[in-house]
């Protein structure tokens, strides 16, 4: 699996709104996407404007090819980009090893 990470701070004021949105993007267009597998949403705690996306894809280019080429990725930005202070700051990594409790 590899795991997408983007970094995105949103304009102020508009948490509420933006959580909801990105809830539903990622149940109608994100879920159904090929390759899909998980997506986590998580809000800075010293900086209340930023988010981290965690995205789940089957393989790299489920992601750049299969997703960001496609129809679905122009509606996804078009529910979630409204909310962009600027550019997001994408990067995908592979796991080296984990550790739980």
């Known amino acids: 699996m590899i795991l ?3 970094l995105i701070d949103i304009l102020p004021g508009t948490h509420a709104e933006f959580e909801a949105v990105v809830a539903t993007a990622v149940e109608t267009v994100l879920r159904p996407a090929a390759g899909f597998v998980s997506f986590e949403l998580r809000h800075g705690v010293e900086h209340s404007d ?8 089957a393989t790299l280019e489920d992601h750049t090819v299969g997703f960001r080429e496609s129809e679905r990725f122009v509606k996804w930005r078009e529910l979630i980009g409204p909310f962009f ?4 700051r994408v990067d995908h990594w592979s796991k080296v090893f984990e550790v739980a409790r």
């Open 4 to 6: 997408e990470i983007a």
């Open 85 to 88: 202070a600027g550019a997001p």
């Open 50 to 57: 930023s988010y981290v996306l965690l995205i789940g894809w």
